[in-house]
């Protein structure tokens, strides 16, 4: 069964940085895509940022410029890291991946305030 598991969520001051992590419990090349998603209260969940088996890298428009999506293989591990963060940023992240089916980790939050 595979899981996922977010961390380095918190509390940052406008203008800060975060970096989450979400670890998985096999190969993350089992995995056709990996992405950051995140949910504000009262909103949709939406793509943050994903990244491929390929590599390819894709991100919201909104995050653009500032949050970067990176892996390490031999960890198992999937980066988001977020700088120059802005109150908007503020919402529960989750990490997805996607092979035959679809799995969500737990979810961590950030909030951005000062």
């Known amino acids: 069964q595979v899981q996922l598991v977010e961390s380095g969520g918190g509390l940052v001051q406008p203008g800060g940085s975060l970096r989450l992590s979400c670890a998985a419990s096999?190969?993350?090349?089992?995995?056709?895509?990996v992405g950051w998603y995140r949910q504000a209260p009262g909103k949709e969940r939406a793509l943050v940022a994903s990244?491929?088996?390929?590599?390819?890298?894709n991100y919201a428009d909104s995050v653009k410029g500032r949050f970067t999506i990176s892996r390490d293989n031999a960890k198992n591990t999937v980066y988001l890291q977020m700088n120059s963060l802005k109150p908007e940023d503020t919402a529960v992240y989750y990490c997805?991946?996607?092979?035959?089916?679809?799995?969500w980790g737990q979810g961590t939050q950030v909030t951005v305030s000062s």
């Open positions: 990244i491929t088996r390929g590599g390819s890298i």
């Open positions: 997805n991946a996607v092979d035959r089916y679809n799995y």
């Open positions: 096999g190969s993350i090349f089992r995995f056709n895509v």
